[in-house]
C-alpha cells in the first residue's frame, strides 16, 4: 500500500517517501511531510546547482550550501535555481 502524505512543498496530498531521504532529524522531517513528486524536483535542482556551480561534493561548504538551499526550495516555499541556468527550449 503506497503511503500518502500532505505534502508542505505541493500543498496537497501525495504520494510520500518510501523512507528518510536525507541523516538524521530533517530526513525525518521530509520523509514525513515531502511527496515523492516534490522530492523528484528537489534532485533535479540539486543536479543543475551542482553542476552550474561546479560544487565540489567533498567540500563541507559545498554540503552545507545544498542543504541550505534544500531547506529553503522545500520548506520555505523560496524558489532555488542555479544562476545562469536556461530551461530547454519546449
Not at 22 to 36: E, F, H, N
Not at 46 to 54: G, K, M
Amino acid at each position: 500500500m503506497t503511503r500518502m502524505v500532505q505534502c508542505v512543498k505541493l500543498k496537497q496530498e501525495a504520494e510520500g517517501l518510501e523512507f528518510p531521504p536525507y541523516p538524521g532529524d530533517l530526513g525525518v522531517k521530509i520523509w514525513q511531510s515531502i511527496s515523492k513528486q516534490a522530492w523528484a524536483n528537489w534532485i533535479d535542482i540539486q543536479t543543475r546547482l551542482v553542476n552550474e556551480n561546479r560544487l565540489n561534493l567533498a567540500d563541507t561548504r559545498a554540503r552545507k550550501y545544498l542543504k541550505e538551499q534544500m531547506e529553503k526550495h522545500l520548506f520555505e516555499d523560496i524558489d532555488v535555481e542555479a544562476q545562469g541556468y536556461v530551461a530547454p527550449p519546449l
